[in-house]
């Protein structure tokens, strides 16, 4: 075997992926072989990196930045670019390089086709399989915010506006499971990267900068298209993003419906559940088309010629989004989970 394609196995194997051929071309397609030989030796300061692989320090300069735009090393400091790494799992690498591939269109498909075959031949059932052993999920969903606005007893970290309104800076970036998978029309730039997070994608390129406001309106769009907000399953800290998901693409939720792991393996369902008033429902049907979940169906009622949805608690993840499609209001949210639900929470 060739220094340089040691290179690539060294980096493969240190996302346990050393055998896969197709996680060999994803690298193969992001880094050139001498690109490789630099990122193996990593960490290291240019200087060192020159010395070590006998390259011009200009060329090795011009190699790092390109790496980092395209996602493949994260640097300690985004600014200075001081202190880089190779991404620390192959989680970070998808997410990372899909946001901004610098790809040509052409060669863009190709690398989001091999993705797709590399996440549902290979990556998917090791994925299920590490969420099939969690005690406690390392995430959670939180509610569409005008789902529950009128809802009493809610904190902050059951509010999405309330956690945004942390973060500094904010940044929306594409969906880098939406992009690879393609299985939905649902809204694209819908990612939020968050503090460290945001200023990650902002100095790269990945991502626009928004404001508060602006982050508030994606979220509309979210909710709106009948995506499920995710948040890390704390209630205090500064999380670096908010994921929102469909199970059509989602690389942790795609996983789950493959191999029949439950949901709460994923994430833990937020404080609130939804409830339907048979009396003013109509029948439409919206609910279930939204509910990603499968919580709800329908049902015959004693006096009424239409049937009306009826929602399992049991299967009710409490994300909103069918009350706020509820045109004849029938559906709302109650508050059925106390704050101790959520890992780190205090009491009312």
């Known amino acids: 075997m060739s220094t340089e394609q040691d290179a690539y196995t060294n980096l493969a194997a240190r996302h346990n992926l050393g055998e896969s051929k197709r996680y060999r071309q994803i690298l193969q397609m992001l880094m050139t072989p001498a690109q490789a030989q630099l990122v193996v030796q990593l960490p290291a300061t240019p200087e060192e990196l020159s010395q070590k692989t006998k390259t011009p320090l200009a060329q090795v300069n011009k190699d790092l930045e390109e790496l ?57 059932p090791e994925v299920a399989k590490t969420y099939a052993t969690r005690e406690i999920p390392l995430e959670r969903i939180v509610p569409a915010y005008k789902a529950i606005e009128k809802v009493p007893g809610i904190q902050p970290y059951d509010d999405v506006r309330a956690l945004i309104r942390l973060a500094d800076p904010i940044s929306v970036v594409p969906c880098p499971c939406r992009r690879h998978a393609q299985q ?52 205090t800290g500064a999380p670096r993003f908010m994921c929102n998901c469909c199970d059509d693409c989602c690389i942790a939720w795609v996983p789950l419906k493959q191999n029949n792991i439950p949901h709460e393996k994923r994430a833990a369902k937020s404080r609130f559940e939804a409830i339907n008033d048979q009396s003013k429902c109509d029948g439409c049907q919206v609910c279930i088309d939204r509910c990603m979940f499968d919580a709800i169906e329908m049902v015959k009622v004693p006096g009424s010629k239409k049937m009306k949805a009826q929602v399992d608690p049991e299967k009710c993840w409490g994300c909103g989004l069918c009350v706020i499609k509820c045109e004849p209001n029938a559906l709302s949210m109650k508050l059925v989970r106390p704050p101790q639900h959520i890992p780190g929470a205090v009491p009312a």
């Open 68 to 124: 980092f735009l395209r996602g493949v090393i994260i640097p300690r400091n985004f600014q200075t670019r001081e202190g880089y790494r190779f991404c620390r799992s192959t989680e970070q690498l998808h997410d990372a390089t899909q946001t901004m591939t610098r790809f040509d269109k052409t060669t863009e498909a190709k690398y989001f086709a091999l993705w797709d075959e590399f996440c549902n031949k290979e990556w998917y």
């Open 184 to 235: 939905c029309n649902k809204p694209m730039d819908v990612c939020l990267q968050l503090g460290r997070g945001g200023e990650y994608a902002i100095m790269r390129g990945s991502g626009k900068k928004i404001s508060y406001v602006e982050a508030i309106k994606v979220m509309d769009e979210v909710e709106d298209g009948g995506e499920v907000h995710i948040w890390p399953n704390v209630a």
